[in-house]
C-alpha cells in the first residue's frame, strides 16, 4: 500500500506535468549535493524548477496526468526540469548550468511528443520565442517597405524634376 508521502509526490508530479507543455529529464549521476544546489539555483533565476524524481512515482504520475510520452525517458537516476519562459529557454538554460558538471540529457516530453538528447541541444541552439517573432516581423516588413519605396518613387522623381524646371525657368529668367 501507497504510503501518504508516496501519494502527496505522485499528486504534485501530475500537478507539475499538467501544468507544462515542456518537460526535459536528465540523468543527475555525478552531481554532489553542493554541485545540485547550484544547478538549482542559477536555474531558479531564469524561472526554471530542476526536481530529483523517483522513477516510480514518475511514471505514475505521467500516466495521470496523460503524459505517457514521458515514460520512455524514466531510467536510472532521473531528474526533471520545467519552466522557464519557452522551450528554447528552458533548454538552454539547462544546457548552460550543467555544463560544468557532466550531466547526461536524456531527452524532453515537448507537446506530447518525446524527442532525443540531440534534439533538446538543438533547441537550445535557436534563438528565443520573442528573438523568432522579431525575425518573422522583420521578414514580413522589409518586402512592404520596399514595396512603398517602389511606388512613391515615380511621384518623387516628379516632384525633384518640377523642382529643376523651377530652378531652370528661374535662371533663364534672372538672365
Known amino acids: 500500500m501507497p504510503t501518504e508521502a508516496k501519494q502527496a509526490a505522485v499528486a504534485e508530479l501530475v500537478e507539475l506535468f499538467k501544468e507544462t507543455d515542456t518537460a526535459i529529464v536528465s540523468d543527475h549521476r555525478g552531481l554532489s549535493v553542493a554541485?545540485?544546489?547550484?544547478?538549482?539555483?542559477?536555474?531558479?533565476?531564469?524561472?526554471?524548477?530542476?526536481?530529483?524524481?523517483?522513477?516510480?512515482?514518475?511514471?505514475?504520475?505521467?500516466?495521470?496526468?496523460?503524459?505517457?510520452?514521458?515514460?520512455?525517458?524514466?531510467?536510472?537516476?532521473?531528474?526533471?526540469?520545467?519552466?522557464?519562459?519557452?522551450?528554447?529557454?528552458?533548454?538552454?538554460?539547462?544546457?548552460?548550468?550543467?555544463?560544468?558538471?557532466?550531466?547526461?540529457?536524456r531527452g524532453a516530453a515537448l507537446?506530447?511528443?518525446?524527442?532525443?538528447?540531440?534534439?533538446?541541444?538543438?533547441?537550445?541552439?535557436l534563438p528565443s520565442r520573442d528573438a523568432l517573432l522579431a525575425q518573422l516581423a522583420g521578414g514580413m516588413a522589409s518586402p512592404l517597405s520596399t514595396m512603398a519605396s517602389l511606388l512613391a518613387a515615380p511621384l518623387r522623381d516628379l516632384g525633384y524634376g518640377l523642382a529643376q524646371l523651377r530652378e531652370l525657368r528661374e535662371q533663364a529668367e534672372a538672365a
Open 111 to 125: 507537446n506530447g511528443a518525446t524527442i532525443d538528447a540531440a534534439a533538446v541541444k538543438a533547441l537550445a541552439a
Open 35 to 105: 554541485d545540485l544546489l547550484k544547478v538549482r539555483r542559477e536555474l531558479r533565476t531564469k524561472n526554471i524548477q530542476y526536481r530529483v524524481i523517483k522513477n516510480r512515482l514518475a511514471r505514475i504520475a505521467a500516466d495521470q496526468a496523460g503524459r505517457a510520452e514521458l515514460v520512455p525517458l524514466l531510467s536510472g537516476p532521473s531528474a526533471i526540469a520545467t519552466g522557464g519562459d519557452d522551450e528554447s529557454s528552458l533548454a538552454k538554460g539547462l544546457l548552460d548550468a550543467t555544463k560544468p558538471f557532466d550531466v547526461e540529457i
